[in-house]
């Protein structure tokens, strides 16, 4: 193949589109969060990117909590227009239909329509230009129990997850392997 | 629905499951980071994070650079292998048919396979537990021109992007909105 040599842009591709609710009671608030990313296994973090001049940043800031609500494909609509519109002036989850239920590790809610919940707390923030980044410990998850089989196994391909990739969202396709496949025929080839 | 609380753990997805290529010449190296995030637009910033003891670490270490090379289906299966093995052992490249090209602004080479190729430069690394995270500036990228179409728009739908979930690779599926579609038809109201 040919290529053609662009300046640098963001453009890193399938990100989560997450829905992260952050704040609470009344003044709680959810907004679209693609810039996100897991960033250790052991203790779990990850991170999140957020632009200063959004309503929800000094939510963040304030109470050093958030929520990353795993997107699925009936929640595109809500994943779009949290991530276009402002808490500043609207109620996005009365407008979306979206339910805020008590989280068990932090004081912000949990989205009752996401199958996943990842009840983040911050431990560092670190400004990077547009956006500041949140580094966050995942100290607590809340799963969907229609996604768990008779042994307890999570089994998040039944999620119907949502991916955004330049612009547009989708959903995922084709299971093509598990991780390790490609070693697991071979004896004491595998490593994790 | 009804929902169980679990302790944290890594389960943010779908994820990127990129191909990382570092150092040069014969001692270049690949290998799959998941564990990969956007973090800011302007400037265009990406994370990665790799574990201490993989064969990768001192190399991004020393030269502070390293290239994210997008996934496709037709790499699931580097993009698995890649994963497991180490650079210490095996040259991937050959045993795995990638090929290296020379990278523009990077000293590390870029995948001829991948669609499109983020070269990086490291301006902090942070340690965080099982993982350090490198925090980088995108400075170029190399896009394949059969993405592009007669206006030179990338057109990344075609690329065939491969997708992580819990263990699992995807391809991409439907495609379900743009950014801004549930605002964009009424007057006034898309925000950017």
């Not at 009936?74 to 239909?97: E, I, P, Q």
């Not at 068990?104 to 989205?111: E, K, M």
């Not at 969907?144 to 990739?165: Q, T, V």
């Amino acid at each position: 193949m040919s290529k053609q040599v662009w300046k640098g842009s963001a453009l890193l591709a399938p990100v989560p589109p997450a829905l992260v609710t952050c704040g609470s009671g009344e003044a709680a608030n959810v907004l679209t969060v693609a810039w996100a990313g897991l960033v250790n296994t052991r203790p779990p973090r990850l991170s999140i990117s957020v632009r200063p001049e959004r309503h929800s940043h000094p939510l963040i800031c304030e109470s050093g909590e958030f929520v990353v609500n795993l997107p699925t494909e009936k929640l595109v609509r809500a994943v779009d227009w949290c991530g276009v519109k402002s808490g500043r002036d609207v109620d996005k989850f009365a407008v979306m239909h979206l339910t805020k239920l008590e989280a068990s590790a932090v004081g912000c809610p949990i989205l009752g329509e996401s199958p996943v919940n990842l009840e983040c707390r911050v431990f560092q923030r670190i400004p990077l230009g547009s956006h500041d980044l949140f580094l966050a410990d995942i100290v607590a998850i809340d799963v969907d129990e229609a996604l768990l089989d008779g042994s307890g196994r999570l089994c998040l391909e039944k999620a119907g997850l949502l991916a955004y990739a330049h612009g547009e969202y989708y959903s995922l396709g084709r299971r093509l392997g598990t991780f390790g496949y490609t070693v697991r025929r071979r004896k004491n080839s595998t490593r994790r």
